[in-house]
């Protein structure tokens, strides 16, 4: 079965500083791979996802993640970040054939500080 | 567009009452699953459905039932509360082939005392 590890519970970073948030997973097969973002009092939403082809994939408010196979990661990096990214961040995975559950890390929360 | 609507937000029950955390999703999603948050646990899949009459158990189903009688609906029963239930609830749906990753509602916060 897959599982993902997310190591860091909780990453502190000054607004504009560069940050990441570390995502590695394990699974015998081909996955799909997810962020997901939690703000405070709020459900889950997509932030980006890999499915196939490029291995560096966007968001539209600045984050990034890369596919690293032979490191079975899926780091999520911002070159700059606001105080408004301020949340938990989950990586998921799933398998990438047929109907499969999605199975989530235990979480990053960010805190941006001025 | 609704997305998926989770009712009540907050509940406060006491040990061995039963009720049931509703879900309901206007976008024609065969996929819906339950998932229980705790503190440094991430999300934790309770039980899903893969379409109208078919449920499966997942990591955590004990104490818990579901059904799936309707492509919108599907409820989460607690039949006997217990003070280890307590924690956000969060249904989510997607669309049948996971490349479109899933929609969240927002949470029912369930406190057992």
């Known amino acids: 079965a897959q599982s993902v590890t997310q190591l860091d519970s909780q990453v502190p970073v000054f607004e504009e500083a560069p940050v990441e948030l570390r995502c590695n997973y394990s699974?015998?097969?081909?996955?799909?791979l997810f962020w997901y973002v939690q703000y405070p009092n709020q459900g889950l939403q997509l932030l980006l996802k890999?499915?196939?082809?490029?291995?560096l994939v966007e968001s539209i408010n600045g984050f990034e993640a890369e596919f690293n196979k032979s490191q079975t990661s899926f780091h999520l990096r911002k070159p700059s970040v606001h105080i408004s990214d301020t949340a938990e961040y989950f990586c998921a995975v799933t398998l990438n054939t047929g109907f499969q559950k999605l199975v989530f890390g235990t979480g990053t929360r960010l805190l941006v500080s001025p | 567009n609704a997305g998926v609507t989770q009712t009540p937000k907050f509940q406060v029950l006491k040990t061995g009452q039963s009720m049931t955390l509703q879900c309901a999703q206007d976008?024609?999603?065969?996929?819906m699953s339950w998932y229980r948050q705790d503190p440094g646990m991430g999300l934790r899949l309770i039980h899903y459905?893969?379409?109208?009459?078919?449920?499966d158990q997942g990591e955590v189903p004990n104490g818990y039932n579901v059904s799936r009688s309707t492509t919108e609906d599907f409820p989460l029963r607690l039949l006997s509360a217990a003070p280890s239930q307590t924690s956000v609830y969060f249904c989510?749906?997607?669309?049948?082939?996971?490349?479109?990753?899933?929609?969240f509602g927002s949470g029912t916060r369930l406190t057992v005392v």
């Open positions: 459905s893969v379409g109208a009459g078919i449920t």
């Open positions: 699974s015998s097969v081909s996955v799909y």
């Open positions: 890999y499915l196939s082809g490029s291995t």
């Open positions: 989510a749906s997607s669309q049948d082939s996971n490349n479109y990753g899933y929609t």
């Open positions: 976008m024609n999603h065969e996929y």
